[in-house]
Structures are given as structure tokens and as C-alpha cells.
């Protein structure tokens, strides 16, 4: 039957008939074939750029692919839409920030045109129209124990996703760590290379194994390592924390040796290729919607099959690696960061990277002391005793206070109310607390504002005759005038225009003029 697809072997035959000479017809009788069908293959092997004598010495495979790869001379809509999209293939290769590779091309390809090419004749037909040629890798797998390091690194080439409320583009930061000896991946986004974004993406990281490896190697990255050296990279302390608190030992890579991060470096190309890619030309506005899309990606790739391997990264991670791992422990590790810092006058610290102030006993004022915060808490210490623990906050400009901590005049400060202001008065004078009183319970502003005027009539009170700051208490009340300044103006002029029925009475308000105590219930 035409255009029957047949076994190589049968197609060596027709074509070693043909080459001693027998006509297309006599050769579908031998072979059992379809005369068009013998016709077809006749024709694509005489319109081929080799012989037939030169094509009957190739493989199977090479020959399959050039008989029914889409010859030149054959006729194949499938070719004709590839050339379609050959130029748009070749941009997009050509662009090294796209991280695309032919198999994510034809990824995409086929998704549009299920009919189309085969990966093998996709690879083969974009090879023979671009001339593009193959990197061949002499390197060797290395042997890796299982459970035994885990590589950290983050890639340089950054995602990003929109901010819905300003609509500004952020870019972000992608943290990646390998297993090597099954090579299976993470990856997750992050805002930045700091301390406390690298140390939770590697918590996140620990959790999503289930465990912890051996020996951590970190790539010389800023968060990681404070000075690179050959022998001995300075650690930050830190990473120190970390790998004590998860029972591991940290062992940098060494800068200037690729072969120390070789997996790592690798598993980077790989999340170009198979997260950067397929992701380009999506548009997220969430950082957690962008590392949704990455893991559902990474997950992709761990549970791929490999070349050459009856099973995949995952399988191999959860049959050989996963059991040789530590387990974690009880808590997650907290960045804990130290620092010495000078208790200032008003017997508070600030602590510089929240812009926030932590009170302090106040006879440490002055002095240096030791501070240790953690995401959480803020300890302060002096001659290696904690004087204060603090819940942290990160709201900047603003203090956090233990009145113990305050001196007497400081605590008294910070405890006025109306009350205070009332019973501070009534023991020295009756109609001062009266008029305290109503200037609470008649004004429009919030009680904090009179505070400075209690405060005026009490020291007012403190040097005028005890008559007259009487009399003129009482002319305030009377005429419903509960204002500081109007006391302050009678007793500047001596009690002068004061009339002898000036006696209190009912303020201009719905409350009644209550005198003695009943009026401060």
C-alpha cells in the first residue's frame, strides 16, 4: 500500500534489487510490497545526495532518517511548517538569556502542531538548516556518596514578577541546591542574596528532603562567606550557627576551581533550561506564585526519566539518598546575629537595622553592651548577663519598653492619666481638682493634650498665695472657663475684677457640678 512505513531491513532489500538492476516492479513482487509503495522509496534514494550503494553503508537509524526524515525532493507538510517556525527557533537559541534548549523548542512545537516532527527529526532537521553543531563533554561522572553533600549556589541570571499595587517589575533572586550523588534538584526564589533570605530558602530546602546531608557546600556567595580563600575561607558566623545547629560541616567551594562546584554550576544550567525557559514568557504577580510555578517545574525535571537510566532523579533520591540523610531537628534554625551597641541617655538601645529602640535598665545608660536578636527576640547583655529580652519589632521609629527598666521620674512620666492628674491635685486643694476635672470631661481633645496643662496648674498652684489660686479656681469654674490660662491671667493681675459672687457653678456641659469627692467617681 503506498505510503506504508516498512521495516529497514525490507528497505535494504529494495534497494540492493534496485542496484543490480531489476525494475520497481519486479522488486515489489520480490519483497512483497505495493509497487507505489516500492516507488516511493526508489525515488527519495535517487533524489538523495548519495548514492545508493553509499546509503545502503549507513545505519539503520541514519538511513531511516534520511528516507523518511524529510528529504529535500519529498514532499512533507510537516517540513513545511517547521520552516514556519525555523527562524523564530534559531532567535531564540541565539538569545543566551533565554536559557532554551532544542528539546524545550520542540516542547513548545509540538503543543501547536501534534502532528509534527518526532524530537529526533525536529533535532535533525534544525541541525541540517542551521549548520549548528554539537559541544561534546569529555568529563567523567564523579562517584558521590548518597546523603553525603548537598551544593548551594544561587544562578546569576534573575526572574522577576509584577507588583500588583504599583505595577513595578521585581526582580528576584533564585537559590538552588543539588544532591549530587543522585543529582536531584531545588530551587526557589527569593528577594535577595542576604543572610536571612539564604538561610530560609536552605531551611525551605532541608524540609523539602526530609533530611539533612552530611557536608553543606556553599559556592562563594556574599551571604555565605565573608572573605574567599584558597585553603580556609573566613565563614561567617552565621553559616557556622547553621551548620551546628543542623549537625553538619560547612565546606565552602574554593574560588577559582569550577571542579569543586561542577555539580551545582551544572544543576544552575539545568534550571535555566528547565524553569527559565519554559517560564519566559509568563507573566506572575506574587513572589509565592512564582516559586509555585518553579517547584511544579523542578518537579518536572526530578521526575523525568534519565538517559541511559531506567529511572529518574526522584526514584533514585527517595530509594538511595533520602535514607542516608540526618534527620532534622525539632526546631528550625534562627539567624542570630550579634552586635555591641551604646545604651543612650534615655536608657534604650537602637538597634540599627530596624531603626528601633529596646529599653535598657536605666543605670546601664551610658554604657556598652552586647546585643543578641534573633527573627524573633531581641536579648541584651552586659558583663555576660541578659538584662532585658525583648520581643522583636521591626517597626522603625518606634520604642519598645519595660517600665522597670525606667527611672522613678521616667515611670511617672509615661503613667499620667486623668485620674493621675485629679489625685495628685485634690490633697492640696479641692477646686483645682474640680477644674482638672471638667477640663477632662468637656473638651474636645484627647485626654493627652491637657496633660501639660495639669502640670502648668500644679506648679502655678506651687508659688501663688493659696487664697488667690483659690479665688481664681473658683471665678474659672464659675464663669465655665476650665482653661490653665485663664487661672494664670487672674493670678498675674492679683485677683483683679474678681466679684464676690463669683462662686462656682454648672459647667457649660450635660455634666452636673458635682463638688467634693463624688466628683472625681
Known sequence: ?????????????????????????????????????????????NADSLSQKELLQLDDFVLDIRLRGGNAAYTDTRFEVFKKHLPYFVEQMADPHNHVTLYQLWIEYKANNPDGYELTQFRYHYRQNTLATQKVSTILADLHVPGAKIYLDFSGDKLSYVDIATGELIKVQTFVACLPATDYAFAMAVPSQREEDFVYAFIQCLHHLGGVPKIIVPDNLKAAVIKANRYDPSLNQLLEDMGNHYGAVIMPARPRHPKDKANVEGMVKTIYNRVYAPLRNRLFYSLSELNDAIAEQVKWHNQKRMQLKPYTREEQFLSVEKPALRPLPENDFEIRFRTRLKVQFNGCILLGRDKHYYSVPHQYAGRQVDVDYTRSLVKIYANKECIATHVRDTTAGKYTLINEHLASHCQAWRSRSKEYYINKALPVMEEMATLMSYMFTTGNQPEEVYYNSCEALLHLQRGTDPLLFQEACNAALSRGIYSYKFVKNIVENKGYGLMKKDKPRSPKTSHDNIRGASAFQ
Do not use: C, D
Not at 525494475?23 to 516511493?40: H, M, Y
Open 1 to 45: 500500500m503506498a505510503g506504508t512505513t516498512i521495516a529497514m531491513s525490507k528497505l535494504k532489500q529494495v534497494l540492493r534489487w534496485k542496484e543490480e538492476g531489476y525494475s520497481n516492479r519486479k522488486i515489489a513482487q520480490l519483497v512483497g510490497l505495493n509497487k507505489e509503495t516500492v516507488n516511493n522509496y526508489i525515488s527519495r534514494a
